[in-house]
């Protein structure tokens, strides 16, 4: 199994059958260390689990670069505002290390849902306990 698989598995909790359907829908990748995932400004139209290495987010303001998350192994990373909304990204993603990442398009993500139909309750709930993390660590 793989750390995307155990990922999945732990935290939407979803059945064997749909887990491999899940799965497939991810691509693996591999970038380069300075290379970027995502560069503020363009839309993002894609999700991508850290299978290895390390991805900084950042903006840039007043000539300064401001660091707003770290990625790691085990970890998903993207621009959420502009992965949903479709709007251009903000944060630029940076590989701070060589990284192999699974990667999903914003149109497979969106399949999830017509291949499972509980993913959107699932994903809900993930949601839920994402913004509780958050609260905690502000």
Same mark, same amino acid.
């Given at each position: @199994?793989?750390?995307?698989? *155990?990922?999945?598995?732990?935290? $939407? ?7 491999? *359907?899940?799965?497939?829908? &991810?691509?693996?990748? #591999?970038? +380069? +260390? /300075?290379?970027?995932? #995502?560069?503020? /400004? ?7 689990? %850290? #299978? ?5 987010? $950042?903006?840039? %303001? ?5 660091? +707003?998350?770290?990625?790691?192994? /085990?970890? $998903? %990373? %993207?621009?959420? /505002?502009? &992965?949903? &909304? *479709? @709007? ?22 969106? *399949? ?11 994903? +809900? ?7 509780? $993390? ?5």
């Amino acid at each position: @199994m793989t750390e995307l698989e *155990k990922y999945i598995q732990t935290y $939407f909790g979803v059945e064997e059958n749909d887990l491999s *359907k899940i799965v497939s829908l &991810f691509e693996p990748i #591999q970038i +380069k +260390k /300075g290379e970027y995932f #995502q560069k503020s /400004g363009a839309c993002s139209n894609k999700l991508a689990f %850290v #299978q290895s290495g390390i991805l900084r987010e $950042f903006i840039e %303001v007043e000539e300064k670069e401001i660091t +707003k998350w770290i990625s790691t192994h /085990g970890y $998903f %990373v %993207v621009d959420l /505002g502009s &992965f949903v &909304f *479709k @709007m251009p990204a903000r944060w630029n993603i940076q590989a701070i290390t060589d990284c192999e990442l699974f990667v999903i398009d914003s149109s497979n993500y969106q *399949k999830i849902g017509e291949v499972i139909p509980i993913w959107l309750v699932l994903e +809900k709930q993930f949601i839920t306990r994402c913004f509780a $993390f958050l609260e905690e660590r502000i």
